[in-house]
T-cell receptor, first 113, second 115 residues
Framework: GENVEQHPSTLSVQEGDSAVIKCTYS??????FPWYKQELGKRPQLIID?????GEKKDQRIAVTLNKTAKHFSLHITETQPEDSAVYFC????????????FGKGTHLIIQP | DTAVSQTPKYLVTQMGNDKSIKCEQNLGHDTMYWYKQDSKKFLKIMFSYNNKELIINETVPNRFSPKSPDKAHLNLHINSLELGDSAVYFC??????????????FGPGTRLLVL
């Protein structure tokens, strides 16, 4: 089955700086890679996703890159703000959704004022 | 903001009891899921169901069983609860029944505490 590794487990950055979170996956059949943000006590919420036919996707301050050959993908947040503080999860999925998402173990992002 | 809803929000019960968590989605989605988030925040798929097929993560004990009375609901039944079942359980749903992946939308979660 799929295995997703996520690093770092904790990331502290100064407000206004950039944050990068990296994930690797094991199943070459995986072709959908979403990123979820989870605030304390809340549900995971999708912030951006990328499919295997695309190498990069951007939405305002958030971008995701995918390297299928190396089987890794990354989340980039620029101009970080205090409200970006949360736990971020990467995930991978194959099988057209039938198998569900395999999540990384999460990154606790702390934005220092 | 109640596209995917779960009840109850909190569930405290004794070891050995049987309990159920309800999930409803009003998005018209075809596939529903259950995930377990443990104390270390690790999210793990338990089941996916799309009216045609139930896929079970092989690590899930058979004390857990999903029941779908209709397309909009996927309830989770747990028999003989154990201390290790304490976690937050999230329901999710997505459009489509296969092929191209669609976004999964999560419910608010049910925090289960087994004493």
């Amino acid at each position: 089955g799929e295995n997703v590794e996520q690093h770092p487990s904790t990331l502290s950055v100064q407000e206004g700086d950039s944050a990068v979170i990296k994930c690797t996956y094991s199943d070459s059949a995986s072709n959908y890679f979403p990123w979820y943000k989870q605030e304390l006590g809340k549900r995971p919420q999708l912030i951006i996703d990328i499919r295997s036919n695309v190498g990069e996707k951007k939405d305002q301050r958030i971008a995701v890159t995918l390297n299928k050959t190396a089987k890794h993908f990354s989340l980039h947040i620029t101009e970080t703000q205090p409200e970006d503080s949360a736990v971020y999860f990467c995930a991978a999925e194959s099988g057209g959704g039938a198998d569900g998402l395999t999540f990384g173990k999460g990154t606790h992002l702390i934005i220092q004022p | 903001d109640t596209a995917v809803s779960q009840t109850p929000k909190y569930l405290v019960t004794q070891m050995g009891n049987d309990k159920s968590i309800k999930c409803e989605q009003n998005l018209g989605h075809d596939t529903m899921y259950w995930y377990k988030q443990d104390s270390k925040k690790f999210l793990k798929i338990m089941f996916s169901y799309n009216n045609k097929e139930l896929i079970i993560n092989e690590t899930v004990p058979n004390r857990f069983s999903p029941k779908s009375p209709d397309k909009a609901h996927l309830n989770l039944h747990i028999n003989s609860l154990e201390l290790g079942d304490s976690a937050v359980y999230f329901c999710a749903s997505s459009r489509g029944t296969g092929g191209w992946q669609e976004t999964q939308y999560f419910g608010p979660g049910t925090r289960l505490l087994v004493l």
